[in-house]
């Protein structure tokens, strides 16, 4: 199932789609990935600190910036299509220099559980 949202990382206050908001978790590896309702997002990646940066949708497509400062691929943007399968989320169709942030973007996410 195709998934589409509106975020943006614009001055007025951003509503990221209840669907994505929340803490996930790579299936291959250690690395989560966590989306606020701000349209704020960070990804922890095992042996790096915590990536941070702001989501933009258009359509299906997500871009995803890091912080001015961050130790990888600054300010550098990755657009992606997103695809929300059962439980899990895909990251597909990238269009993303940054070698690190797409090879961690390529496997299945699954939603933390919250007790």
Do not use: H
């Amino acid at each position: 199932m195709l998934w589409l949202a509106a975020c943006s990382s614009g001055p007025r206050a951003v509503t990221v789609p209840t669907p994505l908001v929340g803490k996930w978790f790579g299936q291959n590896s250690g690395d989560s990935i966590e989306f606020t309702d701000s349209g704020v997002f960070v990804l922890e990646l095992r042996g790096i600190d915590p990536l941070i940066g702001r989501c933009v949708f258009k359509g299906t497509r997500i871009t995803l910036r890091y912080q001015l400062g961050s130790i990888i691929c600054p300010e550098e943007p990755g657009e992606y299509t997103l695809e929300l399968d059962g439980p899990s989320l895909i990251f597909n169709d990238a269009v993303d220099t940054c070698n690190t942030r797409k090879d961690a973007l390529s496997q299945s996410w699954r939603r933390s559980v919250q007790g």
